[in-house]
């Protein structure tokens, strides 16, 4: 029988540095062979990586691309992310939503990734028009993307009147992810008791952004960490940001790490954003707000790094590369060796598809083809020199492909 793909000569990750022939069958990897004959498909990487699908941990596909529509900050300095969305939100539709998402999330595709937790507000002033247009486009691009809605409150739970009917009904809808903003709630330990009641009563994960700014004498990660013990609900629970943890002596990072990964507790480092918004209450010496995955991980933890958010007040730039955010947090966080970088890798493909239990994932025979040829011969240089996908397959799908630039010598 003929395959449907063949790509010749992969460069797989791994120590041998061998080169490979994948084989793809009715959208599953078929075989991981030298010298398999032509497919109807046959695509020669010429000794290049090869790596599975990108995975995206923490996306805000719904308030994408609004830097234009919101007010300039006061000054530089300033703090008010949160009032200059929120003033906004109102104005919102399903059709806005779905327009904005969908050029982003088109942009992804071109950089490769093919699994996706977006984070869906459902906030009074937005209610579930976010959730609407982005549950549509989750089934309409479901050919080229797995994505995951995360449906959450992001300016309070508590303090926010007619909030949890939203994400009540949101998870009623099947969001299969359940989150929050604990920092922006007067009652920060309510909101996660909540949350994790909503996640046991609707059988679903819980993704929360935890552990923003710079203080660490009030870390909620340790109330996580308990009630993931407490309720079983180890390998469901994610949290994002976690820029508190740069701050952290080595020896209770180490045992923040050891903790994290005896509750089965991942944490989403997210640089961009944490980089823009981490130290404005410094004039000097500014310090980065950057956790460590690299480190955490290394205590046991499973760490992720993501991009976050796209053109908004929080994160004002942004074009969809996830191995150029990654390339940043290396640069930020001082990682620099071939192991690091490689570590780095798996902090957008084995680390974050362990987050969201994706099982069937990765280069093995009977996994879905969900793979990226990169112009790159290992996973450490493509992070090093923020190396260009040439071609991108879901299920055995080609879904672009970008040439390989010639200089025009004289």
């Known amino acids: 029988m003929t395959l449907d793909l063949v790509i010749r000569n992969a460069q797989l990750a791994g120590p041998d540095g061998a080169t490979v022939d994948i084989g793809v069958e009715e959208g599953r990897i078929a075989a991981l062979e030298v010298g398999l004959p032509d497919g109807d498909e046959t695509v020669d990487a010429a000794g290049r990586f090869v790596s599975p699908g990108l995975v995206e941990s923490h996306f805000h596909l719904d308030k994408a691309r609004i830097l234009d529509r919101c007010e300039p900050p006061a000054d530089r300095k300033s703090t008010d992310h949160m009032k200059r969305t929120a003033a906004i939100k109102h104005t919102f539709t399903v059709e806005d939503i779905y327009t904005r998402a969908r050029d982003t999330l088109e942009q992804c595709l071109l950089h490769g990734i093919t699994h996706m937790r977006t984070h869906v507000e459902v906030d009074p002033n937005v209610g579930l028009r976010g959730y609407e247009a982005i549950d549509q486009l989750a ?12 449906a959450f409150l992001q300016e309070g739970w508590t303090n926010s009147p007619g909030g949890e009917e939203n994400v009540v009904e949101a998870l009623k809808r099947g969001a299969p992810v359940v989150g929050g903003a604990p920092r922006y709630d ?28 710079y203080t660490t004498d009030d870390l909620d990660i340790f109330q996580v960490c308990d009630l993931a013990d407490k309720l079983g609900w180890g390998g ?5 940001h976690g820029s508190k943890y740069s701050c952290l002596p080595p020896e209770e990072l180490e045992a923040l790490g050891r903790r994290l990964g005896d509750s089965g507790v991942s944490v989403a480092v997210l640089p961009a954003t944490d980089l823009f918004n981490n130290g404005r209450h410094m004039d000097y010496n500014v310090i980065r707000g950057v956790a460590d995955g690299n480190a955490l991980n290394g205590f046991g933890a499973n760490c992720t790094i993501s991009t976050n958010n796209i053109m908004n007040p929080f994160t004002p730039f942004g074009d969809c590369s996830l191995v150029r955010i990654v390339n940043m947090y290396a640069n930020v966080v001082q990682r620099g060796t071939v192991e690091d970088l490689t570590e780095c890798f798996r902090m957008i493909t084995e680390h974050p598809a362990r987050a969201m239990r994706r099982e069937a994932y990765g280069i093995v025979v009977g996994n879905p083809a969900d793979l990226v040829l990169w112009n790159a011969a290992s996973a450490a240089e493509t992070i090093a020199v923020v190396a260009p996908p040439l071609a991108a397959f879901k299920r055995g799908r080609r879904l672009f492909e970008r040439q390989v630039p010639d200089l025009q010598r004289p």
Not at 186 to 212: C, K, S
Not at 236 to 240: P, T, Y
């Open 139 to 150: 089934k309409d691009y479901a050919w080229g993307i797995d994505l995951q809605l995360c």
């Open 236 to 240: 469901r629970v994610a949290i994002g």
């Open 186 to 213: 007067t009652d920060r330990p309510a909101q996660i008791v909540r949350i994790f009641a909503l996640a046991r009563e609707y059988d679903v994960d819980i993704d929360i952004h935890l552990d923003g700014g």
